[in-house]
């Protein structure tokens, strides 16, 4: 087994990798293993595409990052429905292949776009929504902080973390002694080309 120190984990925007690769995430979107977890179990072609080019436009209400461990695909991070003016922001994730769970992979992407968020999006406040019964997914976000809002969507609960772009350096040195605590935390990468968040 791999040490989780052993772990070099990545995330790199999708304007940096190919269209095969970009298309080739609707597959992983669309498996069993993490369709199951989602509102809706299946993305067209004409759907992805879409998404694709919506993360073109100068503003756009979604970006997202390919996940890599080690050099390998590991699945997809990304924020949607961002709204700017109000500073808020919704956030999800998959680790694709299911073999790459468990192993730190979303509690990196995590720790790396909260950082994300407050520093280069200027976030107050971000929002997901987990269905009631993955609890590997609620104590990963339990874990960083988020909470409850109250609010449910079938089966679905939604929940929120206040962030703190004001003082992102603060609040950054918070939630590293929060993972360090929990253990060693990967260096947050976003690309070999992009500046690392913080
Ligand atoms: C939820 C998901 C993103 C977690 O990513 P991951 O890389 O497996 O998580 P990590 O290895 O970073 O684990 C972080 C924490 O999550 C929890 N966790 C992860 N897998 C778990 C499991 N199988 N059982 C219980 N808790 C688990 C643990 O609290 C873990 O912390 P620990 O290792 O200190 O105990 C991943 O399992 C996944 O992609 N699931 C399918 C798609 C999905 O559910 N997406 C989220 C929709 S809201």
Redesign the pocket.
């Known amino acids: 087994m791999i040490e989780k120190r052993q772990i070099k984990n990545e995330l790199i925007p999708f304007a940096e990798i190919d269209d095969d690769l970009q298309m080739q995430t609707r597959e992983w979107r669309n498996s069993p293993?993490?369709a199951e977890?989602?509102k809706i179990p299946h993305i067209s072609v004409e759907t992805h595409k879409k998404w694709l080019a919506g993360m073109k436009t100068e503003h756009p209400d979604h970006i997202a990052f390919l996940l890599r461990s080690n050099g390998q695909n590991a699945?997809v991070t990304y924020f949607h429905s961002l709204d700017r003016q109000n500073a808020r922001g919704d956030w999800?994730?998959?680790?694709?292949p299911?073999e790459?769970?468990?192993?730190?992979?979303?509690?990196?992407?995590?720790t790396a776009c909260i950082n994300y968020a407050q520093d280069k999006l200027k976030l107050e406040e971000l929002f997901?929504?987990?269905?009631e019964n993955?609890?590997?997914?609620v104590?990963?976000?339990e874990?960083m902080g988020f909470v409850p809002t109250g609010e449910k969507d079938g089966r679905f609960l939604r929940y929120r973390l206040k962030l703190n772009p004001l003082s992102a350096s603060t609040e950054k040195k918070k939630t590293s002694s929060r993972t360090e605590s929990?253990?060693d935390t990967p260096p947050v990468i976003f690309s070999r080309t992009s500046q690392p968040a913080g």
């Open positions: 293993e993490v977890y989602f699945g999800g994730i998959y680790v694709y299911p790459f769970r468990h192993r730190g992979i979303g509690h990196f992407a995590l997901l929504d987990v269905m993955n609890s590997a997914a104590r990963l976000y874990s929990r253990r």
